[in-house]
């Protein structure tokens, strides 16, 4: 999570123009044209340029912000909150390196600049795995602006990443201050795992999909501390997760929240329940399907698999873009590929049966598989997240990049051979091809920021591995079936 310096308040010229305080108030538009103004009339007001560059981050447009920022800098190689807007620009492109360059120089200008020292924090984290270094700028910047929920929350990520959960989750905390005082508005007492006999204790949704059923494993220890439990949840998880937790009685979002006297958000549960990365409750799965509509998966699968018994792999290629939130969409591009990307599995692999899990709008690239690829699309009949557990129940194996799908494949045991991005995800920590969180999950990290083929030439030679242990586990009447 990068931050940039706000507009500089000292340049008196520069303040009394209306666009640093438009910027200030988020009216981007205004802030921009009045920027655009500015710098047509001097091209060379680096200070300008340099939260020009700024708000053009802000908005995801990465390469015209290196643009305007590189101009800065050259202009005025002395302006350090330059160099950290800079640095900002080449992270977000994944330029790690040339980040890290950037944010030593606005340091060297001003050992006092938390931006810098966190954000550089960041791009050690991200691209190094350096941890303990990226810890301390992280700290370093916590003590220069010690309520910036920003420099919080970076630490946070960081120590979570590292696998040092007691402190981390507890930093990471410092995340509701960063757009809301509360807790998606439940202002309530917060639940910190005390006992809560004879009172109701309220769970509700953050995040995606994937966080609410990878972190609804805690259901159950909650459930030993006290009185009623209601979780709150998108519909879509509903039919899978009350099935999955009798603990608890859930509702859905589309309704009022009950009453309730205490109120928890489920990525808050590991800090109230003291969880360590050796605590992790149920990694082997913890979701229980429909049974009869694994039944019925079962029947529709064998008819359009008549010929032997195949291995039948699950794919999921695409996330869900979340657009309304600036970091959640630029790692959706970074989590995301193509169906056609997955062409060499099929290659080394000709013999298995493909299943498309994929949904959303890349869904449609199921229609024109990789040339050799068989890929049998049930995804019409998937109404929720219910349908899919079932589905998945009867395959062998499910390839997904890091998305929701993934989790309910874990979720039910079932392998998981994961594509994760370059930055990856704290939750799968730094330097593991394996998992604390679920036992079935194989991790393929990128070698380089946005390039695919390296994991998926790893998992493509593991698929044919796969296959031949599957062919030769195959008896002749199965074959011959």
Same mark, same amino acid.
């Given at each position: ?19 640093? #305080?438009?910027?200030?108030? +988020? ?9 655009? /103004? ?44 330059? $160099? ?64 910036? %929920? ?24 410092? =995340? ?43 259901? %159950? ?27 608890? =009685?859930?509702?859905?979002?589309? !309704?009022?929240?009950?009453?309730? !006297? ?7 549960? %590991? ?18 399907? !429909?049974?009869? /509509? ?7 699968? #064998? ?8 291995? /039948?792999? +699950? ?44 949904? +959303? ?12 690829? =068989? ?47 370059? !930055?990856?995800? $704290? ?9 604390? $969180?679920?036992?079935?999950? =194989? ?39």
């Amino acid at each position: 999570m990068t931050s940039s310096p706000a507009p500089h308040p000292d340049n008196t010229a520069f303040f009394s123009d209306s666009g640093t #305080q438009l910027q200030r108030e +988020g009216r981007i538009l205004e802030a921009e044209a009045v920027y655009r /103004k500015r710098i047509g009339e001097e091209p060379r007001d680096a200070l300008t340029l340099s939260n020009y560059g700024g708000l053009l981050i802000g908005i995801c447009r990465f390469e015209p912000a290196l643009e305007v920022l590189s101009r800065a800098v050259a202009l005025a190689p002395q302006l350090a909150d330059a $160099w950290c807007n800079l640095g900002n620009a080449l992270q977000s492109l994944q330029r790690y390196d040339e980040a890290i360059a950037a944010y030593t120089k606005c340091l060297n200008l001003n050992l006092q600049h938390p931006l810098a020292a966190t954000n550089l924090g960041v791009a050690l984290d991200s691209h190094r795995g350096q941890h303990e270094m990226a810890q301390k700028f992280h700290r370093v910047a916590v003590e220069l602006t010690p309520d910036s %929920p920003e420099a919080h929350t970076n630490y946070a990520l960081s120590l979570l990443a590292q696998g040092n959960y007691p402190e981390g989750f507890s930093e990471y905390e410092w =995340r509701w201050k960063i757009r809301t005082s509360s807790h998606h508005g439940f202002d309530g007492p917060l639940w910190r795992g005390e006992n809560f006999d004879g009172k109701t204790l309220l769970i509700h949704t953050e995040g995606g999909f994937g966080d609410v059923l990878q972190f609804a494993r805690f259901i %159950p220890l909650a459930a030993e501390r006290g009185g009623e439990i209601i979780m709150r949840v998108r519909p879509e998880l509903l039919s899978l997760l009350s099935r999955s937790f009798p603990q608890a =009685r859930f509702v859905s979002e589309k !309704d009022p929240a009950p009453t309730h !006297d205490l109120q928890c958000p489920v990525l808050s549960l %590991p800090l109230a329940l003291g969880m360590t990365l050796d605590t992790l409750p149920s990694p082997k799965g913890f979701l229980k399907p !429909d049974m009869e /509509k694994v039944r019925n998966w079962a029947q529709l699968i #064998q008819k359009d698999t008549s010929t032997g018994r195949p291995l /039948k792999v +699950g794919l999921v290629w695409a996330g869900a873009p979340h657009s309304e939130i600036r970091e959640a969409e630029v790692a959706d591009r970074r989590r995301s590929t193509t169906l056609s990307a997955l062409a060499p599995l099929a290659e080394s692999a000709p013999d298995v049966v493909f299943f498309s899990l994929q949904v +959303g709008e890349q869904a449609c690239q199921a229609l024109t598989p990789p040339v050799g690829m =068989r890929l049998i699309d049930y995804t019409e009949k998937l109404h929720d997240f219910d349908d899919t557990a079932a589905l998945i129940s009867n395959l062998d194996l499910v390839i997904a990049v890091d998305t929701s799908t993934a989790h309910v494949a874990a979720g039910l045991g079932k392998p998981v051979w994961l594509l994760s991005r370059y !930055d990856q995800c $704290w939750r799968w920590l730094s330097h593991r091809t394996d998992s604390p $969180w679920y036992t079935s999950v =194989r991790l393929y990290q990128q070698d380089r920021p946005l390039d695919w083929s390296s994991p998926v030439a790893r998992i493509a030679e593991d698929l044919k591995t796969l296959e031949r242990q599957h062919l030769s586990e195959r008896t002749p009447e199965t074959i011959d079936a």
